[in-house]
Nanobody, 127 residues
Framework: QVQLVESGGGSVQAGGSLKLSCTAS?????????MGWYRQAPGKERELVAT???????TYADSVKGRFTISQDNGKNTLFLQMTSLKTEDTAVYYC????????????????????RGRGTQVTVFA
């Protein structure tokens, strides 16, 4: 059974930094097409913040480009999201997501169909 568990959330002043972690059990990063981080703020739609492919290629939403860095430790089956220069609008619940190997990678990236998701970790940025 695949389980994704996020950690590292908390409250931080605007301009500060946080590093989120996502530990996967029952799942092997190197066998997947990729993983990512979503976020959802109250009253707002879910936003795909960052993705990383099996070979380590990252992508970022424009809203976080230059401030957030996604990375992975394949040996420890852990995904990270380093967040710097945080803004109040970054406040949200952040979710780790992983490919469930339903699709070949080309279709996975076209669909961004992350079949596995964690329960989320709250990030609050105050002014």
């Amino acid at each position: 059974q695949v389980q994704l568990v996020e950690s590292g959330g908390g409250s931080v002043q605007a301009g500060g930094s946080l590093k989120l972690s996502c530990t996967a059990s029952g799942y092997t990063f190197i066998n997947s097409c990729g993983m990512g981080w979503y976020r959802q703020a109250p009253g707002k739609e879910r936003e795909l913040v960052a993705t990383i492919s099996r070979d380590g290629t990252p992508t970022y939403a424009d809203s976080v480009k230059g401030r957030f860095t996604i990375s992975q430790d394949n040996g420890k089956n852990t995904l990270f999201l380093q967040m710097t220069s945080l803004k109040t609008e970054d406040t949200a619940v952040y979710y780790c997501a992983a490919d469930d190997e339903t699709w070949p990678c080309e279709q996975f990236w076209a669909r961004l169909d992350f079949g596995y998701r964690g329960r989320g970790t709250q990030v609050t940025v105050f002014a």
